[in-house]
């Protein structure tokens, strides 16, 4: 089995940051591409940033650069630095992650569970 656990939402004044972090665990060959999204009340989910393997990154037009995504290879895990936060970055942010879990099988698509980030003064 495999699991994805986001950490680190939370309330945050507008311009403020925060650092979300998502682990995988269990059983796993290689995880392909890291990314997360984000779903605000009403709104369809939408991709925030994503990073390869390889650590090439894209984000979302809107960002206007104040997110930037990493990952650790070593932790299997991917953070999200949020930086001037804006009440609209107000949503349930979701980890995903293409994740192949044994030599001869494919890469399937994984979720956590989502962290919620309320950008509020």
């Known amino acids: 089995q495999v699991q994805l656990v986001e950490s680190g939402g939370g309330l945050v004044q507008p311009g403020g940051s925060l650092r979300l972090s998502c682990a995988a665990s269990?059983?796993?060959?290689?995880?392909?591409?890291m990314g997360w999204y984000r779903q605000a009340p009403g709104n369809q989910r939408e991709l925030v940033a994503a990073?390869?393997?390889?650590?090439?990154?894209n984000y979302a037009d809107s960002l206007e650069g104040r997110f930037t995504i990493s990952r650790d290879n070593a932790k299997n895990t991917v953070y999200l630095q949020m930086n001037s936060l804006k009440p609209e970055d107000t949503a349930v942010y979701y980890c995903?992650?293409?994740?192949?879990?044994?030599?001869?099988?494919?890469?399937?698509?994984?979720w956590g569970k989502g962290t919620l980030v309320t950008v509020s003064s």
């Open positions: 990073i390869s393997s390889g650590g090439s990154t």
């Open positions: 269990g059983s796993i060959f290689r995880i392909n591409t």
């Open positions: 995903n992650a293409g994740i192949k879990r044994y030599t001869w099988a494919y890469a399937m698509d994984y």
